[in-house]
């Protein structure tokens, strides 16, 4: 055998599970899916040929009766409410892994595990804990009628505050893990240098802190916002139809309403939209980081 | 239809690939039924008596049944149970196949009513397993008693400050909504529909719209009082009731005199059944005599089994099981929808459902 057929056979076997398992589980099925967005539906609302942009047309609001702006705004409103989740997120995120991140030693591996436990327990069943305490009559809700958040005999759910509260809960943990490792690195000399050269509070942050911890704000940024704009679950359970996001209008498609082109179509654009929005971090990382390539 | 099929393989091949296809068993039978809607004994005896083992899957909507059939359920199951204004277009989408009457002796035990009905003439595909009502079902401690009314719903005045949800299926609630509007359950017009889902979106931006629920989960919601209105099938609510007097004591069930639905669950055998000799002889076996009392007794559905009706409970034969003549003036079946109308419905319907 001659050392190049042994390397091409070692390489074989080293890659070959790999690329099988992406050209499965990634490749077949977006292709599957490019092909379905551009059939057509027949009579009965099954995929049919001919080959046709009928979906898309669909998807942009095109239908019988003219033009229509609902699509559009489940759009944006998936847009609007990934962004503002994941704001608060950070907001939340941020102090939580500093503090966890100067804790003594022994005792940062419990309150990490305190931050990722409830994830263990499945999104429905964490879903249906939060309609429990939103319902009407329970205290909390009680408490928002009477300070006039909600109107008498209604709960805080369904509403699209429930759903927000529901996303920064899902996805808190994704954030606080990738922060605090990068807190647990901070080379505190930089901090303390921005302090003795009289930097502001808010000088020493932009300064030493925000550049050391980008890597993880960044990671964290797009382990959030990627699945929360696709999400399904969450908004399935506590919007009660106010808050409908691009994922539950993807996923009526492939159930109730049997419409797999305008589904496979609608899933294409969360793709699109998703790369366009992974664009836009890594250049804003670029530019916070002072022209650091920030890896994400 | 050729043209669907080479569109349709060319994709499916691809995950066939992947997807490891299920291997038929001549032991084992596939039931793709509503939730709470079989009494566990039947299955053990019809288990008992074949000497199979009878695998029950669950679906919670029409909608739900006929995409998970479309995403290879075809060839998964042996006897699914959809509602009468999906079987013309089942038989259409060719994803059933028909009946063999010479195996269905017991055929014979329906009701008139349900032999030859319009959407199977023949009953050359399907054979009727319950029929019921869909109706308003609401709280009357919140709301004080009400009449037989949709006003509850659409009615700002009537119903001004107490939650209430509507189903997610859109024909049913567009149905409720042109009853409600005067144009009858059954509307078709696009012009009606069209007023319909209006009225279905001016309804949604009112501060007491408690969200889509469908019929069963819509019950346990009103009994923990998150919300105080709904729609809702009488057999679920006998079903509940029984299980919890004390908590369905103020909870009331009625058909909206502007008119509501009626239907038929029926039982058919999708195309590529793994085992169609089996469906046939446990469709034979549901429509007994004996096993269709023993079934209706057990969910509050009525019965359409002619010979089944002496042996029916009581409750069973009174409202809200057993319509009223009034009642039954008012019920009309949801229109089965195909082509232009269906994707004019369903735009209709995501338009509603996204603003």
């Known amino acids: ?118 994830s263990w327990t ?53 954030m606080v893990l990738p922060l605090y490792a990068a807190f647990e690195r901070l080379d505190h000399a930089q901090v303390e240098a921005a302090r003795d050269l009289f930097a502001s509070p808010l000088a020493v942050f932009r300064h030493a802190v925000l550049p050391q911890t980008l890597p993880g704000l960044m990671a964290g940024t797009v382990l959030v916002a990627i699945p929360a704009f ?7 359970l506590l919007g009660g139809g106010k808050a409908t996001m691009i994922g539950n209008l993807v996923a009526q498609q492939f159930a109730a309403a049997s419409n797999w082109p305008l589904g496979a179509a609608g899933a294409l654009i969360m793709i699109l939209a998703t790369l366009l929005g992974l664009w836009v971090l890594r250049r804003l990382g670029r530019r916070l980081g002072g022209d650091r390539e920030v890896v994400i | 239809m050729i043209q669907r099929f080479a569109a349709h393989g060319l994709f499916t091949a691809l995950l066939v690939l992947s997807a490891s296809p299920a291997i038929a068993q001549q032991d084992q039978l596939y039931l793709f039924n509503w939730s709470q809607y079989m009494d566990p004994s039947i299955i053990e005896a019809f288990e008992a008596e074949y000497d199979v083992e009878v695998v ?141 889902a209006r009225l279905v979106l001016a309804t949604k931006e009112r501060s007491n ?52 639905e009626i239907w038929v669950d029926t039982m058919m055998i999708p195309a590529d059944a793994p085992n169609p000799e089996l469906a046939h002889a446990f469709i034979n076996f549901i429509l007994d005599a004996e096993v269709g009392a023993q079934l209706s007794n057990w969910n509050y559905y009525s019965s359409p089994n002619e010979a089944a009706l002496p042996m029916l409970d009581e409750v069973l034969q009174n409202p809200p099981v057993n319509p009223s003549e009034a009642d039954m003036e008012a019920l009309r079946f949801t229109p089965s929808l195909m082509g232009d109308d269906l994707q004019f419905l369903q735009q209709l319907w995501r338009e509603v459902q996204a603003r």
């Open chain 1, 1 to 118: 055998m001659t050392r190049l057929r042994r390397d091409s056979l070692h390489l074989l076997g080293t890659v070959a599970p790999g690329a099988l398992c992406i050209l499965v589980f990634l490749v077949a099925p977006s292709i599957y899916l490019m092909g379905m967005a551009f059939l057509s539906t027949d009579a009965t609302g099954l995929p049919a040929l001919p080959l046709s942009v009928q979906a898309f047309r669909e998807l942009a609001g095109f239908g019988f009766l003219g033009w229509s702006p609902g699509n559009l705004y489940t759009l944006l409103r998936s847009l609007w409410q990934t962004l503002l989740a994941t704001v608060l997120v950070i907001l939340i995120a941020y102090p939580a892994a500093y503090y966890i991140s100067i804790r003594p030693a022994r005792w940062r591996p419990v309150l990490l595990l305190a931050v990722v436990v409830p």
């Open chain 1, 122 to 174: 499945n999104q429905v069943i964490r879903s249906v804990g939060w309609m429990n305490l939103f319902a009407p009559g329970t205290p909390i809700s009680d408490l928002a009628v009477l300070l006039g958040i909600t109107e008498p005999r209604m709960g805080l759910f369904p509403s699209q505050f429930a759903v927000i509260v529901g996303l920064v809960y899902n996805f808190l943990p994704f």
């Open chain 1, 230 to 236: 696709g999400m399904y679950v969450v908004t399935e």
């Open chain 2, 56 to 196: 029950e899957n669950y679906f919670n909507s029409n909608g739900e049944m006929f995409s998970k059939l479309q995403a290879g359920g075809v060839s998964q199951y042996d006897v699914i149970v959809p509602s009468n204004y999906y079987v013309p277009r089942l038989i259409a989408a060719d994803l059933v196949q028909p009946l063999d009457h010479s195996q269905l002796p017991n055929l014979g035990n329906l009701m008139d009513a349900f032999i030859d009905p319009a959407y199977d003439p023949d009953n050359t595909y399907s054979a009727a397993y319950q029929w019921g009502t869909t109706g308003l079902v609401y709280d009357r401690d919140a709301l004080g008693e009400q009449p037989a009314s949709w006003d509850v719903i659409f009615d700002s005045e009537v119903n001004p400050d107490a939650p209430f949800a509507v189903p997610e299926d859109g024909q049913v609630t567009l149905g409720a909504a042109c009853a409600w509007l005067g144009h009858g359950y059954d509307c078709t017009g696009r012009d009606q529909l069209e007023e319909a």
């Open chain 2, 209 to 260: 719209f408690a969200g889509f629920v469908q019929g069963t989960p819509v019950l346990q919601q009103l009994v923990r009082g998150s919300v105080s209105a709904g729609v809702t099938y009488n057999g679920d609510y006998i079903f509940f009731k029984s299980e919890d007097p004390e908590g369905f004591e103020a909870i009331e069930f009625v058909i909206p005199e502007e008119g509501a």
